[in-house]
């Protein structure tokens, strides 16, 4: 009889409820008599243990959760002493839960002219962001205005929209959301808007104001990667490989029925226009370092051989230490140097690169620049001619001298310009390498010259070159701001001078 009456009073004694709640996870309620919450316990579906902390009879999670996560919540109470002989000493009361979720109603809306454009969710929302900029509201609402007034095809727009129920929840995965005024047809918005900066692996998306009906944008100039069909009236580009030309800029071109709305000016046009951003000049420096066109060595994080490995630290360069190739290097050589900014050292071992590639020679990091770039660093192709310095000094006697390889391998006396033609001071990267040519101009007194079958120069400033040219003696000022040299020494010094050599001319 008495085992049957604690039974009994163990069925009949007041126990802690657990109920959900509008803002908490959930609501624990310990009736009178019932005791104290002792323990609270809340986990996943696999079994993990979820922070919590209970405050005011609710229980708040103390880390941001999932939306649509099952969990357990377990409470334990432990009843008075007086009372535990009869109803036991503790109770557990076991409640599972399911975070609130919600989902954008529409991707794609038609707003009268004069109406708010308003974006709804299938349930209220606490937390929202719009295009990256995050609202917190005091209460929770089921639609969320935009700030933007349809006032005909020219506030045709999108934007990309995530948001929670909860203040505690994670962010929804985030949709593109689109609007056209009513009555608007064969129109498109492109996210991201035309005239902004474009990744060059980051996804494109069309939508239009009316089903597709087999449309297909053509994409210019070509790049790596492929449409896909979102949904009835979006598609999207999305790029494979090295994507996009880096530092480029691309073009999508519509058929003819079609219209585009550039948001932020609500100009209507045929074509779409973005510039690719560009690959960072500190992994610019680091491959050319790598690959032997610069005389510095860069070491630091192995970066995997694949175009988007190679894509990836171009846009975020890995972090890493540069030091000189060689023991002994020119101070003058030395000071050119800046890690991680445009500079004169970096330009003029681009140059090379650009023309032992065949490229334009301009010593601008262009989408041609970086594929070679790419594509010599995953072959594991180095430069194995060297890297050379000229430096001229105008100190009579005037000499030049060639540094190769950490030292210097040739020096000669020659002549620079005379002071009614001085050779400009300063360093200067060669722009024309040829070994024989006409030179022409006009003397100090108008009169002109022209002198076929020079040989062996190196252009480095304007008309200014180094090159043979016969005189009765070398070592003074005698040209017309050129650099002369012996026919032997300028036939010596002339394969250590290809175009991108810097040529210091010190007074």
């Known amino acids: 009889m008495a ?3 604690g039974v009994a009073a163990r069925l009949a004694w007041p126990a802690p409820r657990i109920t959900t709640s509008a803002d908490a996870l959930v609501r624990i309620s310990v009736p009178r008599f019932a005791g104290r919450v002792v323990r609270v316990r809340v986990l996943t579906r696999p079994g993990a243990a979820v922070p919590v902390t209970l405050r005011g009879g609710e229980l708040w999670p103390q880390r941001r959760l999932p939306q649509a996560a099952r969990l357990l919540v377990e409470v334990t109470v432990r009843r008075p002493s007086w009372a535990g ?3 036991g000493a503790t109770v557990q009361e076991h409640f599972q839960v399911i975070t609130p979720s919600l989902h954008v109603r529409s991707r794609l809306l038609h707003v009268r002219t004069g109406a708010p454009v308003a974006i709804g969710f299938d349930t209220a ?4 962001s719009l295009d990256g900029t995050v609202q917190r509201r005091s209460r929770p609402a089921p639609v969320v205005q935009t700030g933007v007034v349809a006032r005909g095809v020219q506030v045709a727009g999108s934007v990309e929209v995530a948001a929670a ?5 994670l962010l929804s995965s985030p949709v593109r959301v689109s609007w056209f005024p009513v009555g608007v047809s064969r129109a498109v918005v492109a ?3 035309p005239g902004t900066k474009l990744a060059p692996d980051q996804k494109l998306t069309l939508t239009f104001s009316s089903p597709l009906g087999g449309v297909t944008p053509r994409i210019q100039p070509g790049a790596s990667g492929a449409w896909r069909i979102v949904d009835d009236h979006s598609v999207a580009f999305e790029p ?23 948001p932020a000016t609500g100009k209507v046009v045929t074509a779409l226009q973005w510039q690719v951003a560009s690959g960072s000049t500190l992994r610019l420096q680091e491959l050319l370092a790598q690959l032997h066109w610069l005389p510095l060595r860069w070491t630091g994080a192995t970066v995997g051989r694949t175009p988007a490995a190679q894509l990836g630290a171009a846009i975020s360069a890995p972090r890493g230490a540069f030091a000189w190739r060689y023991p002994h290097v020119p101070k003058e050589l030395r000071a050119l140097w800046a890690p991680g900014s445009a500079n004169l050292l970096t330009r003029a071992a681009l140059m090379r690169f650009e023309d032992a590639h065949g490229l334009p020679v301009d010593g601008v990091p262009g989408p041609a620049v970086w594929r070679a770039l790419f594509a010599d660093t995953i072959a594991g192709r180095l430069n194995v001619e060297g890297y050379s310095y000229v430096l001229v000094h105008e100190t009579v006697p005037e000499t030049l001298a060639v540094w190769h390889n950490g030292a210097f391998v040739t020096t000669s006396p020659g002549n620079t310009g005379i002071p009614q033609a001085p050779t400009a001071t300063g360093t200067y990267p060669v722009f024309e390498h040829i070994p024989v040519g006409t030179m022409s101009g006009t003397n100090p007194n108008d009169s002109h010259y022209n002198d076929p079958g020079v040989r062996w120069i190196s252009y480095f400033h304007g008309g200014d070159a180094i090159h043979a040219f016969y005189r009765a003696s070398y070592g ?3 040209s017309l701001g050129c650099v002369e040299l012996p026919a032997s020494a300028a036939q010596e010094v002339w394969p250590y001078t290809p175009v991108g050599t810097l040529v210091t001319v010190e007074a």
């Open 3 to 5: 085992g049957a009456a």
């Open 240 to 262: 494979a490989g090295l994507g996009y030309p880096l530092g480029g800029s691309l073009r999508i071109v519509l058929p003819k029925t079609l219209r585009a709305v550039l």
């Open 125 to 128: 929302a606490q937390v929202v």
């Open 85 to 87: 002989w009869v109803a």
């Open 191 to 193: 996210s991201p808007a």
């Open 476 to 478: 003074s000022p005698q």
């Open 165 to 169: 129920p909860r203040p505690w929840e």
